[in-house]
Nanobody
Framework: VQLQASGGGSVQVGGSMRLACAAS????????MAWFRQNPGNEREFVAA????????RYAASVKGRFTFSIDYAENAAYLQMNSLVPEDTAVYYC?????????????????WGQGTLVTVSS
């Protein structure tokens, strides 16, 4: 079972970026997919989560209205479209997954993790 995150890089303030999380090794129907981010010395911070079905989505207040979570069933991948980026969005972003239907917002509730991808927003 593997989650593979990609799409990070550098962007200027106000720019956009799309992160991808390719899921493989099992069926992900009935799971929750999530994105977290982390800066050195800080705890892993919740960004967004969505049921695999797409029926329910939850965003952190700091990204709501700017970030959009989506799932491509043909590609078996989750995406995070990030718009109107600000320097405070700079972090290593991680995708995560767990079974169930509750959109948990704490990292300790997730047990499948991809490697991080660095997003840097500069002014």
């Amino acid at each position: 079972v593997q989650l593979q995150a990609s799409g990070g890089g550098s962007v200027q303030v106000g720019g956009s970026m799309r992160l991808a999380c390719a899921a493989s090794g099992r069926t992900f129907s009935g799971t929750i997919m999530a994105w977290f981010r982390q800066n050195p010395g800080n705890e892993r911070e919740f960004v967004a989560a969505q049921t695999w079905s797409g029926r329910s989505t939850r965003y952190a207040a700091s990204v709501k209205g700017r970030f959009t979570f989506s799932i491509d069933y043909a590609e078996n991948a989750a995406y995070l479209q990030m718009n109107s980026l600000v320097p405070e969005d700079t972090a290593v972003y991680y995708c995560a997954a767990r079974d169930g239907s509750i959109l948990y917002t704490t990292a300790d509730q997730y047990y499948l993790w991809g490697q991080g991808t660095l997003v840097t927003v500069s002014s």
